[in-house]
């Protein structure tokens, strides 16, 4: 039909972790081992709009030989013994980041519901959406993916999500220097 898919040279993963401390730990032992396989850098990002608010949930890393990619990681936490995950909480009326046990916070927690990735459902995203994980086809691999991937999508949704049109892009027929 002469359609063109824009392609971004990117990786997006979502990655669960019991909490902030954890998510800390997991993204420099990403870093380490990416740097090991010959990736340049690796950063570290909130995904507020206001960066110093929030707990740096976002992890960028690039590699630019032989192909230019990046790698773009998201984390969630999963270990609230609520029925849901989120990306940020706010307990006692200060953020929780990595230096920040939300045991020792004085007051309640509470998921902010307009700040970060999941701020298009409230900030949460029901864990039987995601687990148990299930198994997705793509370019002919079997990957790990959330159990209701639409709802997942939904929930990260920046701008019209038309679930007539949801596909995968293949790498077949690319332009590799586009």
């Known amino acids: ?10 990786i997006d993963v979502m990655i669960g972790v019991a909490d902030e401390r954890a998510w800390s730990w997991a993204a420099r ?18 995904s507020a709009e206001e960066r110093d608010a929030m707990r740096r949930d976002l992890l960028y890393c690039i590699r ?34 990595d230096g920040t046990s939300p045991g020792l ?22 864990k039987a959406s995601i687990s148990p994980l ?18 997942t999508i939904r929930a990260m949704a920046h701008s019209g999500l038309n679930l007539a049109c949801l596909a995968m892009p293949t790498t077949g027929g690319r332009d590799w220097e586009d």
């Open 1 to 10: 039909r002469g359609l063109l898919d824009v392609v971004e040279r990117d």
């Open 29 to 46: 032992e990403i870093e380490r081992r990416l740097i090991e396989l010959g990736w340049e850098r690796c950063w570290a990002k909130s």
């Open 64 to 97: 630019t030989s032989p192909e230019y990619m990046l790698l773009d990681a998201t984390s969630y936490i999963t270990g609230d013994p609520g029925p849901d995950v989120f990306v940020h909480r706010v307990c006692g009326g200060r953020p929780i980041d």
């Open 105 to 126: 916070a004085d007051g309640p927690c509470e998921v902010p519901p307009d700040v970060g990735p999941l701020r298009h459902a409230g900030g949460r995203l029901p």
């Open 134 to 151: 299930a198994r997705c086809r793509a370019a002919g691999l079997s990957v790990p993916c959330p159990r209701e991937p639409v709802e």
